[in-house]
């Protein structure tokens, strides 16, 4: 074989495999996005008193498994709560208790595939979730000035799109991005994620849209979702807003890091103690 002949086999090789890569990308993509805990999640055994097990029924006809905590008063805060791409809602039990502290109640939804939910995660799927979470809550009577949409890593781009559509007291976004497309650009540079990824939650494109204060929450050391990912949408988003960082905190340690208080504080700050009294619902 002369040397022309050579590399041409071998750039043919090479081009198989980079195609064979692809492939196997694009079919396991949303391995790569969702690592759901599928264990039914009981509140006895994490130590929550007072909460009460919901099932939630999606447009789609899925029945998602909830948690719920009332406010101490009916007419105070609730935080739906719509968390990050890992485990399930037992992982976020002390959620429940540092909110009930600051006299807030809690709906801290379950996804489909998770939590031994049936149906399996998709974008457009946990965006039926999430708006099946807020009717519950209206259900409940809760106002729309009473809820508080509170996004946690992925569940930012749910967050930001629930808020961006629907009234609410205020959005809190706990280590947001800007798009899921533009993180995969990170993490795989030589892969044409804008043609092979399903799943973008395009926060940045639906910013602007949101009305109500939002107050977004970044750690310094966080590799997974960098501060400045998180400064960039902020940067989109429309006042009042504002950006707390905890310099020494990663991706998982934000609340640890005081990033709760801080969005307690900047609730009072913007909202009072206690939701306005108005005599309209969504």
Not at 130 to 159: D, M, N, P, T, Y
Request: net charge positive; aromatic share 8%; hydrophobic share 45%.
């Amino acid at each position: 074989m002369n040397r022309s002949s050579f590399l041409i086999a071998a750039s043919g090789s090479a081009l198989g495999l980079y195609v064979s890569l692809l492939g196997v990308l694009y079919v396991l993509q949303r391995r790569l996005l969702y690592f759901p805990d599928n264990g039914r999640p009981d509140p006895s055994l994490v130590g929550v008193p007072g909460v009460a097990v919901e099932h939630v029924a999606t447009k789609d006809g899925l029945s998602l498994l909830a948690w719920y905590a009332p406010p101490n008063d009916p007419s105070g805060f609730v935080v739906l709560y719509l968390h990050g791409n890992g485990g399930n809602i037992a992982y976020r039990a002390e959620r429940l208790r540092r909110f009930a502290r600051a006299g807030w109640g809690t709906l801290l939804l379950e996804y489909r595939g998770y939590g031994g939910n049936p149906g399996t995660p998709t974008e457009e799927g946990l965006v039926q979730d999430a708006q099946a979470g807020l009717a519950a809550l209206h259900r409940k009577g809760v106002a729309s000035e009473q809820i508080l949409i509170w996004g946690e890593s992925l569940g930012c781009g749910i967050a930001v799109r629930l808020a961006s559509e629907h009234r609410a007291a205020a959005l809190l976004l706990e280590a947001p991005y800007t798009s899921i497309t533009a993180l995969a650009r990170r993490q795989f540079r030589f892969v044409p994620v804008g043609l092979l990824l399903k799943d973008r939650f395009d926060a940045i494109s639906r910013i602007a849209a949101v009305r109500a204060p939002i107050f977004v929450m970044a750690g310094g050391r966080d590799t997974l979702i960098p501060p400045d990912v998180s400064r960039e949408l902020f940067a989109a988003a429309e006042q009042p807003k504002e950006f707390w960082l905890a310099p020494e905190a990663g991706h998982n340690d934000l609340g640890a890091a005081g990033a709760i208080e801080a969005a307690v504080a900047f609730v009072r700050r913007h909202l009072g103690p206690n939701p306005p009294t108005l005599p309209t619902r969504q």
